[in-house]
């Protein structure tokens, strides 16, 4: 492993931009400077950026020792805010609605003029910044991390310049993203999409991504390429594990779920199974309660059909760790059409907080295989809902033996930032020894 290694990492999201497109890089970065790494970062400044959510308190949060190299440039989200105001579709033109002509021009317009994305327009800068960054400081490996895909493209022009070796981060996948056919691509714009992504898988020194799902994916559109050059290393549990605890003796089992809901999660076959539990006699009963965002009407009609659902409105984040760690069960999902490889970031926060998760999800998807890789809780298959009363009953009386305990904090060690920060550092290391 190399020694004191020199690193860029270009990254379109940075403190002050919040949410989870921020914490993966955040949090490496930070601990590859605890490593002894020099870490520089390329990033944009924040009045150039168009971040989906700000936390300034992030800012406070970034390693005094990471060297930070902000650059302008164009923001094309104002120009469209100026001009169509209230037809912005959400996240970054990723979706559009029926009915709503300004907001599908918007997004026609993102992907076939925008290729890969609108917020390419600061590649040409980051580039020559980039170079500059290298040459001033010997750097010896880059690492580029999309979404925003364009970022990959960034890289891909630095490699033609300077002899560095170059990391490829996919937190998503790219034309396989879920929502890829509402964005309204013409022929020759996917090809031109499906080209540049090949391109950068192609050429990259080495693949990283979030999920083994995603690492199929990737390498089977390069089959060439060795599967042994695509990384996993998935995001991570960013604060110290808390220690197990045994489930509190109260009359009811506290199930706690933090975040968003719409009915495209499409819980009720779950919330009936709990419903069904509760009806039963001599049973343990269930109340589930929820913090976060809902909408109203989805909030009403679930109020009226299961009475023992409890909803608490958003809180501020600082108070959510409290929130999950007294729950006595934690409750996770996610939109039905994912690919199985995505794993939510919310399940790094629940493993953080050694509570018991029922996951609404799929068997063979990687969630299933890292709750039960660290024994953390039990997957109800949306197809087998006829399973889900036997599975919470057993879930809710199950205790870990020493020896579960033993192998799940084992396991656990894998997924904390420090040893995935080690893991990048030796792939930067192996480069050496090519």
Known sequence: MLHNPKILIITYYWPPAGGISVRRWLALSNEMVGLEAEVHVLTLEENSAEYHSTDQRLLDEVDGRIHLHRISAWNPFRLTKQLFKKHIPPQGFS?????????????????????PDPRKTWNHRAVR???????????QAIITTSPPHSVQLIGREVMKKRRVRWIADFRDPWT??????????SALSKFIDSKLERDVLIHANALTTVSWGFKELFHSKVPSRSAEDIHVIPNGIDQAIVAWKPAS?????RMVYTGMLTDLYEIEPFLRAIQEHNNASGTRTIQFDFYGSIPTG?????????????FHGNRPMDEIPAIQEAADGLFLVGPKDYNRGHIPGKLFEYLRASRPLFYLGDTASDVGRILDETRSGVVFDRRESNQFQDLIQGLIAHELSEDELRQRNEALAHYLRSSQAAAFLKIIGDFDSE
């Open 95 to 115: 979706a559009q609605k029926e009915g709503q002509s300004a907001a599908n021009l918007l997004t026609r317009l993102r992907s076939n003029v925008f290729i």
């Open 129 to 139: 910044k980039a170079v500059e960054i290298i040459d001033a400081h010997e750097i």
């Open 176 to 185: 396989d993203i879920f929502y890829y056919h509402q964005l309204g691509h």
């Open 249 to 253: 003796s109260a009359a009811a089992f």
């Open 298 to 310: 989805y909030q009403h009609d679930l109020e009226q059909e299961f009475s023992f659902m409890h």
